[in-house]
């Protein structure tokens, strides 16, 4: 269905998106914790040499709008390096997490943070891109090919029949007009008349054991993603209008990569709109009206006209058919889930103890999260503006949500999950990194 030109299409509606909301960062990307001593520049720059290397468009100058090229880099454009408190732990490491990512990215459009000083023997690698060049599964390729390792494999994908404007095409073509013209009722999560951004966006993580929330989908005959979204239903609870009129519209980015880009670099993600069930009182009921309000994401994946707004629209008009479907009142956040590496990695011999997901806040937006998978640790990521009362409580909450679907389709666990005290997660020192996880967001 895609094909490389479509990639760098879906690219420019987040370009044009980032224009005409200037105030607004649409970066995405992640942070490594390693073990062992930082790496030297020489080490840096050979690394970002390989990432260039296995995608040309990183090897380019940010453009500003309306200009076809400026140049190439060189490695050491995208690099810098940030010496932490010494001996301040997670907290200056969190602190220093926030304050690069509110320094949106210039003269390029991708960039690698060296995070150090904050814990003897450990460091961090921070590395985020600009939304229009890569998606989240495209990070976690340049990172594998960095590290020397496989990449994500190829899935089977059923073969793509013409593009020919058959009944279901037409339908489908009705179906996106509507639901970008047609009024929408999002709830907004934020306080009464306060628009976001009021300020740099809170940044927090959790993390948890990937096992447990795949126990909690097998016992409860639905996916890994719906426990994570029938989880952030019920943690959501507390910010909800008391006389909420309305939905609580969730933007889900699709991965869309088939057939011959299966293991594709660039952007090929699509928003599904899923409708979040936060009125219903038990977890064991949020679970099952998750499971069927994701079932528009499993016809999406299959739908060979899925696209067919962005395919009929002239692309200078994607951006604003974006904006349009991120608009605060159709949307009442995006909720991404990025699958990574099975088994932990290894930076020139140093063990990655967890790899922290970094997501954006669209505009107007006042929370957005991503749940990354590493190894076998899913770690929550949450971006709220800073107007968004007591949202230090959401990890946790979304962590007892789990506590309670458990509860309803497992066996008790002995040992309760991880507190958001602590935003690393060591992984065994005698694990090897091999494979990978699916490239394929699940519903």
């Not at 987040?14 to 649409?26: E, G, I, K, L, S």
């Not at 599964?137 to 020919?164: D, K, Q």
């Not at 974006?322 to 990695?345: D, E, K, N, Q």
Request: glycine share 6%; charged share 20%; hydrophobic share 45%.
């Amino acid at each position: 269905m895609h094909d490389h030109d479509d990639a760098t299409a879906a690219g420019e509606r987040w370009f044009d998106y980032a224009a005409a909301h200037p105030h607004t960062n649409v970066e995405i990307g992640g942070v490594a914790v390693a073990a062992g001593p930082a790496p030297s520049s020489v080490e840096l720059h050979a690394l970002i040499d390989l990432m260039r290397l296995a995608h040309p468009p990183l090897r380019d100058r940010a453009r500003p709008r309306g200009v076809n090229a400026v140049g190439p880099t060189v490695p050491a454009d995208h690099l810098e390096e940030v010496a932490l408190t010494a001996q301040g732990g997670d907290l200056a490491l969190h602190s220093a997490i926030e304050r690069v990512c509110a320094q949106p990215l210039t003269d390029v459009t991708w960039g690698m943070t060296l995070l150090h000083g904050h814990r003897d023997d450990e460091f961090a690698l921070l590395l985020r891109a600009h939304h229009g060049l890569l998606d989240g599964m495209s990070l976690i390729g340049i990172t594998l090919a960095a590290m020397r390792e496989p990449g994500p494999p190829r899935r089977p994908t059923p073969p793509v029949p013409p593009r020919s404007w058959t009944s279901a095409r037409v339908r489908a073509l009705v179906r996106a007009v509507a639901g970008i013209a047609l009024p929408a009722n999002a709830i907004s999560l934020g306080p009464d008349r306060v628009q976001a951004p009021t300020g740099p966006p809170r940044r927090l993580w959790v993390h948890t054991p990937l096992p447990r929330m795949k126990a909690i989908a097998r016992e409860g005959g639905v996916s890994l993603n719906d426990v994570y979204l029938a989880a952030l239903a019920g943690a959501l609870r507390p910010w909800l209008p008391e006389k909420a009129t309305g939905a609580v519209r969730v933007t889900v980015p699709l991965n869309t990569r088939r057939g011959d880009t299966s293991a594709a670099l660039g952007n090929f993600h699509r928003g599904v709109p899923v409708i979040l069930p936060c009125h219903l009182p038990t977890a064991a009921e949020r679970l099952a009206a998750t499971r069927l309000a994701t079932r528009n994401i499993r016809i999406s994946h299959r739908d060979p006209d899925a696209d067919v707004l962005f395919d009929v629209l002239p692309t200078r008009w994607h951006g604003r058919a974006l904006a349009r479907i991120l608009h605060p009142r159709r949307t009442t956040m995006v909720a991404t889930h990025v699958p990574g590496p099975a088994r932990p990695l290894r930076l020139n011999g140093r063990r990655t103890r967890a790899m922290l997901p970094l997501m954006f806040l669209p505009a107007g937006h006042h929370l957005s999260v991503c749940l990354g998978e590493y190894a076998d640790t899913a770690h929550l990521a949450v971006v709220a503006d800073p107007s968004l009362p007591d949202i230090d409580e959401l990890p946790a909450r979304w962590l007892a949500e789990l506590d309670a679907l458990e509860g309803a389709f497992t066996q008790p666990r002995p040992v309760t999950a991880s507190m958001p005290s602590t935003i690393t997660d060591p992984a065994p020192d005698d694990a090897e990194p091999v494979a990978t996880s699916s490239a394929e967001q699940e519903a």
